[in-house]
């Protein structure tokens, strides 16, 4: 082509108006243009871009662990190491201390330590992992009592949403026997976890224990003692009799359907229809020290969860099964990929006679999930408070403060406008400009009980079981 524009022209007297002649003259006609390719990456100015990221060998580090593994990480300019942690403490303190960059955390993770329930430094998020995503599984003797004190669940496929009516009396049972509050697990207290179990318990009527200032266990007045279990060791806990059932995250509910030891009950889709779950976490001194880097880990962290959620025009989810796979390498979460792709496809197993089509079971991208959502924070905020882990009366005006302290969407927000820019993310899937940053009033619970996060006092004692707060806090 460049023989064709210099034709006719001297070499030494080219002007403006032979350019444009020669080029008028190009035959464009049998050009192709690859209407399918991304705009490159806007590159920014990286303050660091040798990172390393921790998580806990869940399924829900999935967005983390497909960022690195699709090549998003590596196409914003980041080097990022992917590490396993052995406990949620450790992850927690490595964040903190500056040996991990950022990590897979629990929701309740940033919020625990900003407020300073256990250790205290401030957390931030700008990226929420999933929603949903956990189970509650108990052990095949205490199914089968749960039968006993209602038939309807000796069907082969019993009716879902199965409450804790039927476990109450085996509670009250075994309480009364021990001497002792009936032994449950869960993986850390500020998990979701916790609260999803405390708030299936209480749902029933059973207590499961108070957090007050000289205690940090939350056993206070408790018919079920909540202890601490890693997640990827709850299957075994549960099979040597130590606990009679837990609470965690895939795929260890599933673990124990095929190991034979335990039956899930519930899920957590069912206690709260897509509830918040892990987030992505770092100090809010990494976020200031590097706010360009911050943001590029969130744009691959936000196509990560896109291709994580991607359907073919029938709704399959078309990634899945190669995310379970790459999820179920030992230096991941190192659990059968057959375990794993139960709950990532879209498929839960209750029981061998008892599987269920649930497409929502792991969310990562649609329905904003991965929007961190100012009433997700305060959820977490007003549970706290309602088991005493927040020892104080606080106005409602604190817990609306306290989540734009920690949930950053004013950087989600950044970061997918760079990417609607670059062609790869549509303005449609993220909200809207206007949003305020809190869901809609949902009554979606497992008690029906409605949750207005611009009322947390009102929530907070609209709870049989639980501390109460004075209304006049309301206003305030």
Known sequence: MGLMLLAGCSSDNITLDDLADAAAKVDVSSMKIDETAEAPAE?????????????????????????KEKGYFDD?????????????????????????????????QPIGATIGFGTKSPIITAYSL?????????????????????????????????????????????????????????????????????????AAG???????????TGVKDADV???????????QTLEAGIIKGYCVGEPWNQKAVMAGIGVPVTTNYDIWKNNPEK???????????????????????????????????????????????????????????????????????????DVREMPDFNVFFKYNASY?????????????????QITESKPASWYAETAKEIYKPEIYRQAAEMLISEGKL?????????????????????????YDAKDPIGYINSFEIGYKDDGALAAQ
């Not at 303050?47 to 662990?65: M, Q, R, S």
């Not at 899937?429 to 029906?448: K, L, M, N």
Request: a negative charge.
């Open 279 to 353: 987030v992505f976490g770092v100090s809010k001194t990494w976020a200031e020290t590097n706010p360009n880097t911050h943001l590029a880990v969130v744009k691959a962290l936000i196509r990560a969860g896109k291709w994580l959620d991607a359907t073919d025009e029938s709704g399959k989810l078309v990634n899945r099964q190669e995310a379970a796979k790459i999820l179920s390498r030992k230096d991941y979460v190192g659990a059968e990929e057959d375990v794993i792709d139960n709950s990532m496809t879209g498929t839960f197993v209750f029981q061998k006679t």
């Open 426 to 450: 549509d303005p449609n899937e993220i909200p809207a400009p206007d949003y305020d940053g809190y869901r809609e009033v949902t009554s979606e619970f497992i008690d029906g009980n409605p």
């Open 225 to 235: 003692q909540l202890s601490v279990t890693p997640p990827p060791q709850m299957p």
């Open 43 to 67: 590159m920014l100015s990286l303050e660091k871009t040798k990172l390393k990221f921790g998580f806990i060998k869940l399924t829900d580090c999935a967005p983390i662990v497909i960022a």
């Open 206 to 216: 059973i207590h499961p224990g108070l957090y007050t200032e000289t205690d940090v």
């Open 76 to 108: 914003e300019g980041l080097s990022v190491e992917v590490e396993a942690q052995s406990n949620w403490k450790v992850l927690l303190d490595r964040v903190i201390d500056g040996q991990l960059d950022g990590a897979h955390m629990l929701a309740g």
């Open 372 to 388: 961190p959502h100012y009433s997700d924070c305060i959820w977490f905020l007003t549970q706290m408070r309602r088991w005493g």
């Open 130 to 202: 999933d929603y949903n995503g956990n189970g509650i599984t108990v052990s095949n003797e205490v199914w089968a009592q749960m039968q006993e004190n209602d038939p309807a669940l000796k069907s082969e496929t019993p009716k879902h949403p199965i409450t804790a009516d039927s476990l109450k009396p085996i509670v009250a049972e075994y309480k009364q026997k021990q001497n002792e509050p009936f032994p449950m697990g869960m993986v850390f207290p500020v998990s979701t976890h916790n609260y999803e179990i405390r708030y299936w318990l209480a």
